[in-house]
T-cell receptor
């Protein structure tokens, strides 16, 4: 069975500092990895995904994520955090196959402090 | 952002009530999903419809009954719910999970905040 772990319930970072939100996964076969963001009272919004190719994936709003196969990780990063980045971030994984089953993590709350 | 809409946004119901949640997608997608979001738990996939056929039912209690009359609309019919069913119910759509071999991006609605008294 596939799974996703987001080890931090909350990450606090000062505005302007780099941020990292951690994600590790477990899946049989090749992983497809996603990051979604959820702002208060809103649904999840797609940020980026890794399918194949370059391990560094660039996404919306200046976010990027690095796929590390040996560490089974897909950490979300941004060089300079904004207060408006404060939200709930979800990592998700699926695997190759005829029908996609996506497994989401528990989410990490990012708080950017002015 | 408004490609997937959900109504109502908030719903309070008693355990003996019957109500329905509605989802509509305007993206021309072929697949639709229901998720349950509870605090500090992973997002729980409830049902998946692809081309109006149910392809996933994740051991969801029968008090939740989905309906997908066409590829743009998805309903979740609720009856005799329990207080532990209180949660945010999210609808999502994607192009076609069976064709995209795991790479399908999902687009979410804003959710319905359900409270069961």
């Amino acid at each position: 069975a596939q799974s996703v772990a987001q080890p931090e319930d909350q990450v606090n970072v000062a505005e302007g500092n780099p941020l990292t939100v951690k994600c590790t996964y477990s899946v049989s076969g090749n992983p497809y990895l996603f990051w979604y963001v959820q702002y208060p009272n809103r649904g999840l919004q797609f940020l980026l995904k890794y399918i194949t190719g370059d391990n560094l994936v660039k996404g919306s709003y200046g976010f990027e994520a690095e796929f590390n196969k040996s560490q089974t990780s897909f950490h979300l990063k941004k060089p300079s955090a904004l207060v408006s980045d404060s939200a709930l971030y979800f990592c998700a994984v699926s695997a190759s196959g005829g029908y996609q089953k996506v497994t989401f993590g528990t989410g990490t709350k990012l708080q950017v402090i002015p | 952002e408004t490609g997937v809409t959900q109504t109502p946004r908030h719903l309070v119901m008693g355990m003996t009530n019957k109500k329905s949640l509605k989802c509509e997608q305007h993206l021309g997608h072929n697949a639709m999903y229901w998720y349950k979001q509870s605090a500090k738990k992973p997002l729980e996939l409830m049902f998946v419809y692809s081309l109006e056929e149910r392809v996933e039912n994740n051991s969801v209690p029968s008090r939740f009954s989905p309906e997908c009359p066409n590829s743009s609309h998805l309903f979740l019919h609720l009856h005799t719910l329990q207080p532990e069913d209180s949660a945010l119910y999210l609808c999502a759509s994607s192009q076609d999970p069976q064709a995209s071999v795991g790479t399908d991006t999902q687009y979410f609605g804003p959710g319905t905040r359900l409270t069961v008294l």
